[in-house]
């Protein structure tokens, strides 16, 4: 059977996550739990995430989940969302806390001077809301999406990787920043698939289905 761990550091919105992944793969086994050694068991890692910085990385910690997700990232097939993908780099200006540096690079907030729209508005801070991914280069998790799909965004901060070859997708938010990411066993996204409608549910299934 196929199992899939939700990583519970306690501050992912894990239910929605569950139920996107159990809508697009009914037969798999998913697991939402804090238990290293159900992470090391699992065949698939979900890290999802959304919060602050800082809090993310105390709460890996302080339940003993760092190792377990570093060692998932470096072996089978993973995804992070949201802080899921900021925590894989080495640094974040959001409390000026490190992150598991499995990538080089680090995590940057929207600048305030370049939030202007192309009408000439202000764009608020969170990106909050629906927004276009330009597919930087085809991936197995992109099948059957559409490049510049709009997906589902709430984050103040971006990842910024030292390789620009890192980006699997592109957003511009007054910015253009990196959208997801992948390499080898890892695919990583800014954005939310399980608020993202069929273009979420899609990628979602492309993941379970993934063999890198």
Not at 83 to 111: A, D, K, T
Request: with cysteine; hydrophobic share 45%.
């Amino acid at each position: 059977m196929n199992t899939v761990a939700i990583v519970d550091y306690g501050m992912g919105n894990l239910r929605s996550v569950a139920k996107a992944i159990e809508h697009v793969a009914p037969e798999a086994c998913i697991l939402v739990t804090h238990d290293p050694a159900a992470v090391a068991a699992a065949d698939r890692v979900v890290v999802p995430g959304q919060g602050a910085m800082p809090d993310c990385m105390r709460e890996l910690e302080m339940r003993g989940l760092r190792g377990a997700v570093v060692a998932a990232a470096a072996a089978k097939p993973f995804l992070g969302i949201c802080i899921g993908l900021q925590m894989l780099f080495e640094s974040s200006e959001e409390g000026n806390v490190s992150g598991l540096g499995i990538f080089p690079g680090n995590v940057r907030r929207f600048p305030a001077p370049a939030m202007v729209g192309a009408d000439g508005t202000r764009l608020k801070v969170p990106h909050m809301g629906w927004n276009q991914v330009r597919q930087s280069r085809e991936h197995a998790l992109w099948q059957g999406i559409a490049d510049l799909e709009r997906f589902y965004f709430v984050h103040s901060y971006y990842v910024v990787p030292d390789d620009p070859g890192l980006a699997a997708g592109r957003t511009n938010y007054g910015v253009d920043f990196t959208a997801a990411v992948a390499q080898d066993n890892i695919f990583a996204v800014q954005f939310h698939p399980e608020k993202s409608a069929q273009a979420g549910l899609a990628l979602l299934g492309n993941f379970m289905r993934w063999k890198p």
